[in-house]
């Protein structure tokens, strides 16, 4: 159940930090100049930009993504169980 929590406020997280993207770095945003600054970047496929097309495609891709995690984590749960 904490997972479900945990995983709902990084949502919320992310949406609000793209949010304020949106709104704040429009033009480049400049921290320390010429070392550091922030301007704004989409990126148009999912996690680490794996090109993907059809939403369809990226919700199977995501299922199967967390399918897999949820197998590995539940392996490894029994296995810890059974010493």
């Known amino acids: 159940m904490r997972y479900i929590f945990l995983i709902t406020w990084l949502i919320a997280l992310d949406s609000i930090s793209k949010l304020f993207a949106l709104k704040f770095l429009k033009q480049e945003l400049f921290i320390i100049p010429s070392l550091l600054s922030f301007h704004y970047v989409e990126n148009?496929?999912?996690?680490?930009?794996?090109?993907i097309t059809g939403m369809v495609l990226k919700i199977i891709t995501l299922v199967l993504i967390f399918g897999i995690f949820g197998i590995i984590g539940k392996k490894?749960?029994?296995k810890n169980l059974s010493y």
């Open 76 to 78: 490894k749960k029994e």
């Open 44 to 51: 148009t496929g999912i996690a680490f930009s794996i090109a």
